[in-house]
């Protein structure tokens, strides 16, 4: 068990942001982990096959299958960034000190290799190796998801900051994931992979909370970061499209949501188009006006759409300045997650 113990003036400013760097590095000890990984299980097979002529031996020295990470991979994000080239800059910003830190803990746990004994005596060499493996590794396996993986990561940051806005964070954190407990001041948390870092730890900056398509519950606290815990976003089922992978390019700049490949037919059956069109296009948070608009739709038309699905648990309101927007409920997630299996 991992103790943080937090100051409640940091615990009042927790902050939320995700990052495609963070994805990037998790879903890769997912590919290479031979444990089966059930919520991403038809992306895993996917990725090891686009991987299948493929060497990445400097992605494989510093990210381990089943055990730790290198801290540099997953800097903590300050900020929301939705572009791998900006997080590979602030990979490059890292101090040589701190890239040979943690690849000595990767050696400590696995052994010398010719890619960790580049890093221990070249790091900026080493590091340049990696993110070109990185970059095609992105390429290949999640730049084709991307919209929608970032889609399901805005959502849940809009969840969570509602939640913590009217329950309290205490409430927030100890909801979060099962293996993570608050109480009297202390995070209690079971990390699932091993990790260099004490059992007990006191931070003195704001937490940083960063949902995650791939992490199961993994946290960051060293003296070089601000403190960090990645946990699952809600969602996570509705991202994964095999049938149409685009690309950002291809779906346009201004494409944030793209709707997963959900089997549409029996939700019609089940519920009729109206209220079907509407539900899929939920996927991302939008108001009434936008989802009239959209779909074509008169605005009392989707309100009344709104207001049957919200009956049936399966969208909720939540305000934003003078706006009302409307998302899929937990009870909604879970539903388009079977239909999209």
Not at 186 to 197: A, E, F, G, R, S
Not at 318 to 323: A, E
Request: proline share 7%; hydrophobic share 40%; net charge negative.
């Amino acid at each position: 068990m991992i103790r943080v113990h937090i100051q409640p003036e940091h615990l009042l400013a927790v902050r939320f942001a995700h990052s495609p760097l963070i994805e990037l590095t998790l879903s890769y000890h997912i590919v290479n982990n031979t444990e089966k990984a059930s919520r991403v299980l038809h992306w895993q097979q996917q990725a090891r096959q686009a991987l299948i002529d493929t060497s990445l031996p400097y992605m494989d020295a510093v990210i381990l299958p089943r055990y730790y990470m290198a801290d540099f991979a997953t800097p903590p994000p300050n900020i929301i960034r939705t572009n791998i080239e900006d997080e590979f800059e602030r990979m490059r910003m890292v101090s040589d000190d701190v890239i040979r830190k943690n690849v000595q803990y990767v050696i400590d746990l696995d052994g010398m290799n010719p890619q960790r004994e580049h890093f221990i005596q070249d790091p900026r060499a080493a590091l340049e190796c990696l993110i070109e493996e990185m970059r095609l590794y992105w390429k290949r396996t999640l730049a084709p998801h991307w919209a929608r993986m970032r889609a399901v990561l805005e959502n849940d940051v809009l969840y969570q900051a509602r939640r913590m806005a009217l329950q309290g964070v205490s409430v927030l954190l100890d909801e979060i994931n099962p293996e993570l407990r608050y109480i009297d001041g202390v995070i209690n948390l079971k990390p699932c992979l091993v990790t260099p870092h004490d059992t007990d730890r006191v931070v003195c900056e704001p937490l940083q909370l960063v949902p995650s398509i791939f992490a199961g519950l993994s946290w960051q606290i060293e003296p070089e970061w601000s403190p960090m815990v990645i946990y699952t976003a809600r969602g996570t089922g509705l991202w994964y499209s095999p049938q149409q992978p685009h690309t950002d390019a291809q779906l346009g700049e201004n494409t944030v949501n793209p709707t997963p490949e959900i089997a549409v037919q029996p939700l019609n059956v089940l519920m009729g188009a109206g209220k079907t069109r509407v539900l899929l296009s939920l996927i991302q948070p939008q108001t009434t006006t936008e989802l009239a608009r959209k779909l074509e739709l008169t605005p009392s038309a989707v309100s009344q759409h709104l207001g049957n699905l919200r009956d049936a648990g399966l969208v909720e309101p939540f305000r934003s300045g003078n706006y009302v927007f409307y998302r899929l409920s937990m009870r909604g997630e879970r539903m388009l997650e079977v239909f999209n299996d």
